[in-house]
């Protein structure tokens, strides 16, 4: 879940606790050998819940809506049948989620985040967070999120991380993945798996793309009379992207809260484009409580708006610009960038590889059916011992060199070569027996290969 701001440390350390613990294995209920919730039980959380939502929830004038709901349900016994305690959780969320219209709201099973949440209140806001050796061992070995950083052809810089680990443990990791790509002409944001995470991070990542003291908008939060400024902060870690870079975000209906943030301020603000599919829909930060020895609650405490709309996503998502199937959004998005950049970059050279690069994409998102006509028409022998063979329906490029590379259809009789992205083969479509191929390089020359046999 996402936090705007800091507010105090027990606030901090509340949403570090839930973002980390989500990220390792929670017990269930089964696994704890608790097979059954009573009446008295269920009603204890439902009243417990209750108590925290009017305490705490941002929008305090939701709670006799969200009360009259939850405790006719109640009454007319619609918890009845649930004695698995997932299974009552699971309907008790949904009734919240529904009543407020807020996804947020959320009850969940760990003793050892209960723990956790009642050991900080005890040291106070000023302490500093304690992350146990086991679990700093796990997060570095999950590299904090982060899945991968490379530059693709066409110097297109790509990232993907999957969650917001706390900035002060991730931060290097962040930067230096940043770095990597900022001399890109092009960057995609890979966050299709990415749930949300620690503000701070998500705060980090636009940073790169706005200058320091732009508004970006404000925050309410319930215990405070006066909404507080999103405003981009100074960070000397931070190299900015320059504006003529286009961005682009990928997104699928898994992406949520803190990514959610990241794709919609730069999508208000025209800093990107985002593909994929509808997000999630969890927009409002919030703060964990205690509900009992093995439960706690997830509030909201505060709501934000983005400007220049001065709206947020909460319920309704991030709509993507270019909405696609989360399966095929790279392919499509790199598809987008080249003739963008093709058109942008002014040496020649730089304009045959986009254009190649376009085309092979494009392929993938489009393609065309082989033949068997054509399968038979290439089979055979050429110049400097090449073959073109066919084992187990697999048609097979075998070089001069004894290499033997499988063949990918693209279109108009051209096919890719495995392992190699810099030429491909071109037929003729025309002869029932090929006389000759042509191998296409990436740089627009060709050479001419004739058939031996």
């Not at 969200?66 to 016994?77: D, M, T, V």
């Not at 962040?174 to 990597?180: K, R, S």
């Not at 092979?360 to 399968?375: D, G, H, I, R, T």
């Not at 073959?387 to 048609?395: F, S, V, Y």
Request: aromatic fraction near 12%; glycine fraction near 6%; charge should be positive.
């Amino acid at each position: 879940m996402y936090r705007y701001i800091k507010q105090t440390k027990a606030f901090v350390k509340a949403l570090t606790i839930i973002i980390l613990f989500l990220m390792a294995e929670v017990p269930t209920f089964a696994q704890q050998g608790n097979p059954s919730f009573d009446a008295s039980q269920k009603k204890a959380v439902i009243n417990k819940a209750l108590e925290l939502i009017k305490e705490n929830y941002v929008f305090p004038g939701k709670y006799d809506q969200i009360e009259k709901e939850i405790k006719n349900k109640l009454l007319n016994k619609e918890f009845d049948n649930l004695n698995n305690p997932q299974d009552f959780l699971n309907q008790l969320n949904k009734d919240l989620q529904i009543a407020g219209q807020d996804r947020h709201l959320k009850i969940s099973f760990s003793p050892q985040i209960v723990k956790q949440i009642i050991e900080d209140k005890k040291k106070g806001d000023n302490s500093p967070t304690q992350y146990t050796p086991e679990l700093l061992s796990w997060m570095k070995f999950e590299n904090y999120g982060l899945r991968k950083v490379e530059r693709m052809e066409g110097n297109i810089g790509y990232f993907k991380f999957d969650r917001f680990t706390d900035l002060q443990l991730a931060k290097e990791a962040i930067t230096g993945a940043m770095n990597f790509i900022n001399n890109s002409s092009a960057i995609i944001l890979d966050l299709r798996d990415n749930g949300g995470g620690d503000s701070g991070a998500s705060e980090l990542i636009v940073n790169y793309f706005f200058p320091d003291g732009k508004k970006l908008g404000d925050f309410k939060f319930r215990k405070d009379a006066v909404p507080k400024e999103n405003i981009v902060k100074h960070d000397p870690s931070v190299k900015k992207i320059p504006d003529n870079i286009p961005v682009y975000i990928l997104v699928s209906n898994k992406t949520a809260s803190a990514a959610e943030y990241v794709s919609y301020v730069l999508q208000q603000f025209k800093r990107a484009t985002v593909i994929g599919e509808q997000t999630s829909g969890k927009a409002n930060p919030g703060e964990l409580f205690v509900v009992n020895d093995f439960l706690y609650m997830m509030v909201p405490t505060g709501a934000g708006r983005i400007l220049p709309t001065w709206t947020n996503w909460e319920g309704t998502g991030v709509i993507p610009d270019i909405k696609i199937d989360p399966f095929f959004a790279l392919s499509k998005v790199i598809t987008e960038i080249c003739p963008v950049l093709e058109k942008q970059d002014q040496n020649s050279e730089h304009k045959t590889l986009y254009k190649w690069i376009n085309d092979q994409y494009s392929a993938q998102l489009n393609p065309e059916p082989l033949s068997q006509k054509l399968v038979n028409s290439i089979v055979g022998t050429y110049e400097g011992n090449r073959r073109i063979t066919l084992e187990n329906g697999m048609l097979y490029y075998v070089g001069g060199n004894g290499a033997k590379r499988s063949l990918t259809y693209m279109n108009n009789s051209t096919f890719m070569t495995e392992g190699r992205t810099d030429y491909r083969l071109k037929f003729p479509s025309d002869q029932k027996i090929v006389d000759h191929y042509d191998v296409l390089w990436f740089d627009g020359t060709s050479d001419k290969v004739k058939r031996a046999n």
